[in-house]
């Protein structure tokens, strides 16, 4: 249970996201390194991380916002390719449900923000109330797209229900435009957020759900509350990331169960065939190794003696 520290009776957004910036700074492992998010929430983070002295490893930032930032403070910034895994990620968000899943991009970061999420072993999130929502899609829902898509993946939302509208003006880090969607009621983000991620010219969509955070300090006039989410899926697969001579995870894929008991069932539907055939004297008796079908399926080898089908 935390202890909620009384707050003023009025407070900014500004200072409830200056509140969750220093408490972030409990998730941090002096002399680590760090994944650093973007936005106004992360700059108080980043503020208060300077402040605090804390000696840091260096920080692997999402942003050329974030980085500038970091700098500017004397703390190190780190590229990607340094590190191979982080144990916590600290950033934002636009919007976030009730299972930590996740709206970002407003400020046009979310590419390298998932990128750099995907290295943590934790997200968390550091937002005001205001961002706390039931169903994700009242905030219009980013979109990093290859310029030549822009339109095609317009017409894709627009069959979902979404307006699509150019971010004007805005070219991401990577050089790519955004499209913000709006009128989306996001009832199921992770199905939402594989679907879109098919499509061609798609950067990166929006929705963290496959990355969505496990912890979110939302700042609140009653003070920092913690939300922690349970962790129902995993946000690393096995080949992503095995383990040293750890063998692979078997896939547990409903079409290939479905095979397997179709399999089963034929191979039964034979044999009692065969029995009946036998019974009635059409075929001669069954050798004492009557080998039978792998358990896959795959069908016996005939016996000596059986007649060709
Ligand atoms: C940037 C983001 C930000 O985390 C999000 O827009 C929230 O920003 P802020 O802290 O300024 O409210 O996703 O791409």
């Known amino acids: 249970m935390d202890a909620i520290v009384p707050q003023p009776l009025s407070m900014t957004q500004d200072e409830l996201k200056a509140e969750v910036g220093r408490a972030a700074l409990a998730y941090v492992t002096p002399g680590s390194v760090l994944g650093v998010g973007t936005g106004s929430t992360v700059d108080k983070f980043i503020d208060a991380l300077a402040a605090s002295g804390m000696p840091l490893a260096g920080a692997v930032s999402s942003s050329e916002r974030s980085t500038q930032r970091l700098r500017a403070h004397g703390l190190r910034v780190v590229e990607a390719a340094e590190v191979e895994s982080l144990s916590v990620y600290i950033d934002g968000a636009d919007e976030i449900d009730g299972r930590g899943c996740m709206i970002k991009g407003g400020g046009g970061a979310l590419t390298r923000e998932k990128i750099v999420a995907d290295l943590a072993e934790r997200f968390v999130c550091i937002a005001d109330a205001s961002k706390q929502v039931p169903v994700l899609g009242a905030y219009p829902l980013p979109v990093e797209v290859i310029e030549m898509a822009a339109s095609p993946v317009a017409r894709r939302f627009a069959q979902l229900g979404g ?9 991401t880090d990577n050089g790519h435009p955004i499209l913000d969607v709006h009128g989306l009621r996001i009832t199921d983000p ?4 594989t679907e879109v991620n098919q499509w061609p010219g798609v950067v990166t969509v929006g929705i963290f759900a496959r990355h969505r955070a496990q912890v979110c300090l939302l700042g609140t006039l009653q003070g920092v509350q913690t939300l922690v989410f349970s962790c129902r899926w995993r946000r690393h697969s096995p080949p992503h990331r095995p383990q040293q001579g750890a063998p692979l995870a078997k896939p547990n894929y409903s079409f290939e169960k479905r095979q397997r008991e179709q399999a089963k069932k034929k191979k039964k539907e034979e044999k009692e065939r065969e029995k009946a055939l036998r019974k009635a004297g059409g075929l001669p008796p069954a050798p004492d190794d009557e080998s039978e079908g792998a358990d896959d399926g795959t ?11």
């Not at 307006?163 to 070219?171: F, I, S, W």
């Not at 992770?190 to 957020?193: G, K, M, T």
């Not at 069908?299 to 089908?309: E, F």
């Open 190 to 193: 992770p199905a939402l957020e």
């Open 163 to 171: 307006d699509a509208r150019l971010r004007a003006g805005v070219v």
């Open 299 to 309: 069908p016996a080898p005939a016996p000596a003696g059986r007649p060709p089908a």
